[in-house]
Every structure is written in structure tokens, then in C-alpha cells.
């Protein structure tokens, strides 16, 4: 009796592993581990890194841009279209003066100002602005 138990029990064994077996084969697993072309293997934490920054850098990065966004609101506009075409979108002062149609002392002095400005407005947040970084 106990050698028909052991056979039987052996048996569900077997089928166990060949059910594992095909149940692997439908799933074929990746290895996290990579092999380089030398044949020296990289570690998973180079190359499973995510390369996106992190979340809550993405979370001060976005309330950084909406006070810098109020803050530019706040200015009269024209020292917001001097602070806009010199700072935010690269333009030169000769360039700015031409597009206001202004003379180039007149985007230098109103520059100055919307900076003052926004230096005073962004005060209160200044844990969000890395060091150094504030005009």
C-alpha cells in the first residue's frame, strides 16, 4: 500500500512540474540582468534607473513656473513685455528696443525695474528658487 502511495504521490509530483514547466514557457521571463559586449554584467540600478526627474521635482518645478507666472501678471504691462522679450524668450536688448520701437535705454531701464519687481513679488517662495538663481 505504501509503494502504491509513494508512486501516486511521485506522480502528481512530475505533473506539477511539467504544468510549471509549460506555464513558463507561455511566459517567458526577462532577466534583470544585463550583459554588456565584453561580457561583464551592468548593474540593474544603471539601466532600470528612471530617467524622468523625480516627482517632486516636477511638483516644485510646477509651482516655481505658476508664481513666476503670477509674478510677471503683477508687473504693469510695459515692464512685463520688456521683462518677457529679454528674459523669458532670449531676445537682445537692441532687438527688444526694435520691437517696442522704444530706444535701448528705455528696455534697459524698464528691465531693471520689472526685475525689482520681481525679485520683491517672488520673496515669499524663495525655497523653490535654487541658490543664487534670483536675478
Not at 51 to 57: Q, R
Not at 105 to 111: A, E, F, N, W, Y
Amino acid at each position: 500500500m505504501m509503494a502504491v502511495f509513494r508512486s501516486w504521490l511521485a506522480r502528481i509530483t512530475v505533473n506539477a512540474c511539467y504544468d510549471e514547466l509549460r506555464r513558463w514557457s507561455r511566459r517567458p521571463v526577462q532577466s534583470l540582468e544585463m550583459i554588456s559586449s565584453d561580457g561583464e554584467k551592468i548593474d540593474p540600478n544603471d539601466w532600470l534607473a528612471d530617467p524622468a526627474p523625480s516627482l517632486d521635482f516636477q511638483v516644485e518645478s510646477m509651482e516655481l513656473a505658476q508664481a513666476i507666472q503670477t509674478a510677471l501678471q503683477s508687473l504693469p504691462p510695459l515692464y512685463r513685455i520688456v521683462a518677457v522679450l529679454v528674459d523669458v524668450e532670449g531676445f537682445a536688448y537692441d532687438e527688444a528696443a526694435k520691437i517696442l520701437d522704444i530706444p535701448i535705454g528705455t528696455v534697459k531701464s524698464r528691465l531693471a525695474r520689472a526685475r525689482s519687481q520681481l525679485r520683491h513679488a517672488l520673496r515669499n517662495i524663495e525655497e523653490l528658487i535654487p541658490v543664487g538663481n534670483l536675478f
